[in-house]
């Protein structure tokens, strides 16, 4: 259902002058990329126009988790020097906007992801790809064969992560304490199983984790609890108000409607230095 990826130069115009990114013309999906990491790339140019999220707002909690091994993968993904979430200016501004009717809310945003490099998505789809390497799937994925991840629609490429404007978030109560640490080899608990079950992050309650492989995490599903669908339904009206568009599959992403550069799919990586 991705369809093909073709190849093209996109010149991106900066302030300061002229720089090329790669550019492939399919339209975007929310997760990954059909082709494996190559050897060795060239610097990538400064991202245009990016900025780290908590010079706009310190106030968002960050939980980057595609720079630690508790993902799906199960390790570091390429390209995430630092555990940093990058967005165009004009998504990081809405997202100002969004906190602050949260917090009226009693609620925080918690960003999962943001700008994730083409380097990271074509990473993610070079394991979908190979046998083995499943040491997560009890907790991401616990009901759904990692053969079957493409055709089910849970990664293919290209996503718009990595055009800078889609952010993967949850609500958590402004009170909630910090939330425990990940344990490398710790108990895995499906994703799906209820909130005092599965790992205990500090988010409210959506029914099920984040980066969750499963129909129970389709925003509109009608399996989940009362609490979890308000909680969903409290977040879209947040998001979608300041101009956010949700994917019906993943209930904890949303992109930016206006973003700056909709076809533009970028390497540089998740660090400071590529904001300039």
Known sequence: MWGRRATCASAVLLAVGLVTAACRTPSPSPSLSPSPPAPSRAAAPPLPGFVVLSDVDDRIRTDIRYATAHNFVGRPLAGY?????????PAAEALRKVQDA?????RTLKVYDCYRPQPAVDDIVAWARQPGQEQTKGEFYPRVPKSDLFDKGY?????THSSGSTVDLTLVDVNAPSQAPYRPGQRLVPCTAPPGQ?????????GTGSDCFDPLAHTDSPRVGREARANRDLLSELMTREGFVGYDNEWWHYSYRDEPHPDTYFDAPVARSSVG
Do not use: I, N, Y
């Open 81 to 89: 020097l630092e555990p940093l979430c990058l967005l165009t200016r």
């Open 102 to 106: 949260a917090l009226a809310e009693g």
């Open 155 to 159: 990664v293919g490429a290209p996503t």
């Open 198 to 206: 599965r790992f205990a992050d500090d988010s409210v309650d959506m």
